[in-house]
């Protein structure tokens, strides 16, 4: 079974800064895809970044990059030049492949400050 | 293409009332899915399918049903409503086969509270 943590239940960044969200998984697969999804007040859930596992370059996506850390089953998400759009509430999530379950952590609530 | 679609977008509910939250998607994706979301709880799985005639349960499927009579639509059904069943449900879909990344697309929601 996956797991997926997120421990942080919240954060704020001022604007323009730099901030990064936490994330450890658990799996006992080999291959498998972790994602990060913003959702902001609107409640629309967005794909914000994906990793593929089997990569080892971390993934970019204009200001959002990943630290994908594989041995410590790490997945933090980084946020540069904080923007007050990005005021949301962020979901890591795993998946190991076809026909699998998309397991999400429960979150955290980011706050950016003008 | 409309992506996913949900109807409706929100619903008040007494309880033991049944209803029926609809789901269509024209991406032509095999898999489908229906989480709900807590507060503090993250999204949960409630049942999905991986193509039609297809479904099995997820982490929470009490007080579900859900049937896929085509690739397009994946219903998901009330049976008698509670209010531990407040909550905001997502419908999800994805491509299906080898090769990943697996992204899964969401409708915008339904919120429904039960009374």
């Known amino acids: 079974a996956q797991t997926v943590t997120q421990s942080q239940p919240e954060m704020s960044v001022q604007e323009a800064e730099t901030v990064t969200l936490s994330c450890t998984y658990d799996?006992?697969?080999?291959?498998?895809?972790l994602f990060w999804y913003k959702q902001p007040p609107s409640r629309q859930m967005i794909l914000v970044i994906r990793?593929?596992?089997?990569?080892?370059q971390n993934a970019t996506e204009n200001r959002f990059s990943v630290n994908f850390q594989k041995a410590a089953k790490s997945f933090s998400l980084k946020i540069s030049d904080s923007q007050l759009g990005d005021t949301a509430m962020y979901f890591c999530?795993?998946?190991?492949?076809?026909?699998?379950?998309?397991?999400f952590g429960k979150g955290i609530t980011l706050s950016v400050r003008p | 293409n409309a992506g996913v679609t949900q109807t409706p977008k929100f619903q008040v509910l007494k309880t033991g009332q049944s209803m029926t939250l609809q789901c269509a998607q024209d991406?032509?994706?095999?898999?489908m899915s229906w989480y709900r979301q807590d507060p503090g709880m993250g999204l949960r799985l409630i049942h999905y399918?991986?193509?039609?005639?297809?479904?099995d349960q997820g982490e929470v499927p009490n007080g579900y049903n859900v049937s896929r009579s085509t690739t397009e639509d994946f219903p998901l059904r009330l049976l008698s409503a509670a209010p531990s069943q407040t909550s905001v449900y997502f419908c999800?879909?994805?491509?299906?086969?080898?090769?990943?990344?697996?992204?899964?697309?969401f409708g915008p929601g339904t919120r429904l509270t039960v009374t």
């Open positions: 999530a795993s998946h190991t492949g076809a026909n699998s379950k998309l397991t």
């Open positions: 799996t006992s697969e080999n291959n498998y895809y």
């Open positions: 991406m032509n994706h095999e898999y």
């Open positions: 399918s991986v193509g039609a005639g297809i479904t």
């Open positions: 999800a879909s994805s491509y299906s086969g080898t090769g990943g990344p697996y992204e899964q697309y």
């Open positions: 990793q593929e596992a089997y990569k080892q």
